[in-house]
């Protein structure tokens, strides 16, 4: 044999050791021919299950000046009421089943009194809100009065995408009408986003705009791999970084819109985890800063029956390398509900692996209530500190007091600024501990207000006048 055959085989020898498996059906194009290639076949599968969804909202029109009632006298407007608007926004979202299940963002349809969606064919449907979850920002829809089979993309699995892999997106930018742009996976598991609390983002530099929100990200197998969602922009137009769900989040909030629930099932940790810093890794004579470090485990928890312990450091979930907390939270929220999973984790520096087991935490006792009294909650809605309202707000379970989960709005509460998920320990001196006590309190005139608020961590005291 030629000693450049010899060299040619050697070469593609170490090739196929070096790359995974997954990366062996990759390759460049070979030919000039190639690069003439069309994803033509790939957009006439997807587009027409990729929709327009169309939200609209009555709003109270607040001009200040119809707070004056010899203003509302000489144009007619009626006492205590202001002229209403019809407020719209547009996105895109996806036909996942046949059925006429449709997958959108959150955002695009959050507060909507009426959602409307218009198919590649221009027919459109009255649409029914099945399920809205603002921790992953995705939101299911189902076609109303649809009498037919309707054309569907296949969820694939996103865990199997590579960066450099081409992709398509699908949607309605600037509401131009249906739009495919197409691009490289930039990056894989972005989790310093900050878009939701899910954060493993999968990157692209496919050109997203405003209306692709709710849209198709595709592979050249014309499968789904991920829901469009964000851009990151300083003109508001796209600058090549787009952001996108991974289908693998996808579908676990379509298997709870399937399931008849109103809220996404997820297993619960009972553990709250922090970042590791670069001190924290020098401490832990780490070489890098990796991992997410156990900073608090709720008794009877599934982290705690494992075995889980404060200052455990959590470095792998099923085999799965985790950097971060947002990286664990996201394995952890995409495990199948009732089985087990297995956590690697370092303990005194030797490497030791849990089995936890995949279940919801437990959600009763909320005994959710809305303030009515003339006070600063009013309008808010508060809530006990059930596992499950704990892990759904990212709270220690072991914190005692209401949560407000709604300011409600245009109320004093609102006005007075708390947020969802501020806690509640006291007022006017007494001890809030669950919702009755708020109800009682609010229920006393008080010309001063005293009142003592735990948020992100922090303890707040502030005193209003009444």
Request: net charge neutral; hydrophobic share 40%.
């Amino acid at each position: 044999m030629p000693h450049a055959s010899r060299l040619l085989l050697a070469a593609m020898a170490l090739i196929s050791v070096a790359f995974p498996a997954l990366a062996q059906d990759r390759r460049v194009p070979a030919s000039p021919t190639e690069l003439k290639l069309s994803f033509a076949p790939i957009v006439q599968r997807t587009t027409p299950a990729v929709v327009n969804v169309y939200a609209a909202k009555m709003v109270q029109n607040r001009n200040p000046l119809l707070d004056d009632p010899i203003f509302r006298r000489f144009f007619g407007i009626p006492g205590n009421q202001s002229p209403e608007q019809m407020q719209r926004s547009l996105g895109s979202g996806v036909i996942v089943d046949p059925s006429g299940l449709v997958v959108t963002n959150n955002h695009v349809i959050e507060g909507a009194d009426q959602v409307k969606v218009s198919l590649a064919d221009k027919r459109e449907f009255e649409a029914e809100i099945v399920l809205k979850d603002s921790r992953t920002d995705l939101a299911v829809l189902r076609l109303k009065a649809a009498r037919e089979q309707f054309p569907a993309l296949e969820l694939s699995n996103s865990d199997e995408l590579l960066v450099g892999d081409v992709v398509l997106a699908i949607g309605n930018p600037f509401g131009v009408g249906q739009t495919v742009t197409h691009g490289i996976v930039s990056a894989l598991a972005r989790t310093q986003v900050g878009i939701t609390d899910y954060q493993f983002f999968i990157q692209t530099d496919a050109a997203i705009n405003p209306g692709n929100s709710g849209g198709a990200l595709v592979d050249l197998s014309g499968k789904l791999i991920g829901i469009n969602t964000a851009i990151f922009s300083r003109s508001g137009g796209s600058q090549g970084i787009g952001f996108a769900i991974p289908t693998n989040m996808v579908r676990v909030v379509v298997a709870s819109a399937k399931s008849g629930g109103n809220a996404v099932r997820r297993p619960w940790l009972g553990a709250r985890l922090q970042a590791v810093t670069s001190e924290i890794a020098d401490s832990l004579g780490l070489t890098r800063p990796s991992g997410a470090l156990v900073a608090n485990v709720a008794q009877g928890s599934p982290a705690a029956r494992a075995g889980l312990r404060l200052s455990d450091l959590i470095t792998g979930i099923d085999g799965q390398v985790v950097d971060d907390p947002n990286a664990f939270d996201y394995r952890f929220a995409t495990r199948p509900l009732g089985g087990t999973a297995h956590i690697d984790i370092v303990r005194a520096g030797k490497p030791q692996r849990l089995t936890i087991a995949l279940e919801t935490p437990p959600d009763t006792g909320r005994n959710e209530i809305v303030i009515k009294s003339r006070s600063p909650f009013q309008g808010a809605k508060v809530s006990n500190i059930s596992p499950a309202v704990a892990d759904e707000l990212r709270l220690d379970s072991n914190i005692e007091g209401v949560v407000i989960v709604d300011v409600g709005d245009d109320g004093p509460a609102q006005g007075v600024g708390f947020r969802k998920g501020d806690v509640i320990l006291n007022v006017n001196n007494q001890k809030i501990a669950k919702t009755a006590d708020l109800d009682r309190v609010t229920r006393e005139p008080a010309r001063l207000w005293r009142i003592t608020v735990l948020r992100d961590g922090q303890q707040i005291s502030v005193t209003l006048g009444g």
